[in-house]
């Protein structure tokens, strides 16, 4: 895990996206951080924990494109 510090315009979602990769892991966010969930448009200098996001392999992968554990 890491942290994020917010800059002051920033939203859920754009830091999921920045900092994640990917907005759809929104919820996971604010779920690690639910003492802030009452923030739709963040101030500065909020510290905010980023949680590790699972890496996912598509079964539509062919097996030589999967990774290996």
Do not use: C
Request: glycine share 6%; proline share 6%.
């Amino acid at each position: 895990m890491g942290t994020y510090t917010t800059v002051s315009g920033d939203t859920w979602d754009s830091i999921a996206h920045f900092q994640m990769g990917d907005a759809l892991q929104t919820a996971k966010l604010m779920q690690q951080n639910i003492d802030y969930v009452h923030y739709t448009i963040f101030p500065a200098g909020i510290t905010l924990i980023i949680p590790e996001i699972e890496a996912s392999i598509s079964e539509n992968l062919p097996p030589w494109k999967r990774a290996v554990d």
